[in-house]
């Protein structure tokens, strides 16, 4: 059982009640947290001193520098290497398709990079930070397949096969057979899993530390079935582009 400090936990709840409601008054936060007048000034004052709040002259608060501080080191990790944007950025040149990376952040799977092509579809919600539906993003399957078994049993860890369409994998066991395919033949393909009328492909980006990133394409059905062995072959090369040590949390195969 993971035991939880109150103090922080309220500061948390704070903090992101700030985020949503900048210049709010201290009254209208205790009110939102469930705080009494007292214990709302002293977290208060306590994250105002720390610089993760500032408040203005009209004693409203909104967040401080130490917050934006910790948003611009979350964007500067969320961010991936120039190689890794060239290898992106050259798939969606050469394909015109709408192309993605993906990578491990901590304990999940997102998508850290999006470049739409010439004649782009775009698969709805799939955005920078996505990390919903593993199961149905070949991405996200990429990244799974070549995981150390530790990190992909604490991902799948009670995790929900929802049926995103009623093409997606509905099981541990068919998606444990998806990733021996993946390692197999270093693709993975969704064929109207995460939405219909869209095909996707995926490949393994490669350093000396191991598989870092997932470089994926989109299309619509018609267009990916008729391009199929152009496509995979263009989305090799291009997750083989020369790609240094990241600074990713890359995983060991």
């Known amino acids: 059982m993971v035991t939880m400090i109150q103090s922080v936990q309220r500061a948390a709840q704070i903090l992101r009640h700030v985020a949503d409601h900048p210049r709010i008054q201290a009254t209208e936060i205790a009110q939102h947290v469930g705080l009494s007048g007292p214990t709302a000034h002293h977290l208060l004052s306590t994250l105002v001193q720390e610089g993760l709040l500032r408040k203005d002259s009209r004693r409203s608060y909104e967040l401080g520098p130490a917050a934006e501080h910790i948003a611009d080191s979350t964007l500067r990790q969320m961010r991936p290497s120039a190689e890794l944007r060239e290898a992106l950025n050259e798939l969606a040149a050469e394909t015109g398709e709408s192309c993605y990376l993906t990578q491990w952040r901590g304990d999940q799977i997102r998508v850290v990079a999006v470049v739409e092509g010439a004649?782009?579809?775009?698969?709805?919600?799939?955005?920078?930070?996505?990390?919903?539906?593993?199961h149905a993003r070949v991405g996200a399957r990429v990244m799974l397949a070549f995981a150390d078994a530790e990190l992909r049993e604490w991902a799948l860890a009670g995790y929900d096969y929802v049926a995103v369409t009623p093409h997606?994998?509905?099981?541990?066991?068919?998606?444990?057979?998806?990733?021996?395919?993946?390692?197999?033949?270093?693709?993975?393909?969704?064929?109207e899993q995460l939405q219909i009328g869209v095909y996707s492909a995926s490949a393994p980006v490669r350093t000396e530390a191991g598989v870092v990133a997932a470089l994926s394409l989109t299309a619509p059905v018609e267009?990916?079935?008729?391009?199929?062995?152009?496509?995979?072959?263009?989305?090799?090369?291009?997750?083989?582009l020369p790609i240094r040590s990241t600074g990713a949390p890359g995983v060991p195969e």
């Open 119 to 134: 004649h782009a579809v775009r698969v709805s919600g799939l955005v920078v930070g996505y990390a919903a539906n593993i």
């Open 168 to 191: 997606t994998l509905r099981s541990r066991r068919e998606l444990d057979d998806e990733l021996e395919r993946i390692r197999a033949t270093s693709i993975a393909l969704d064929r």
């Open 223 to 240: 267009r990916f079935a008729a391009h199929e062995d152009q496509y995979l072959a263009m989305l090799r090369r291009c997750a083989e």
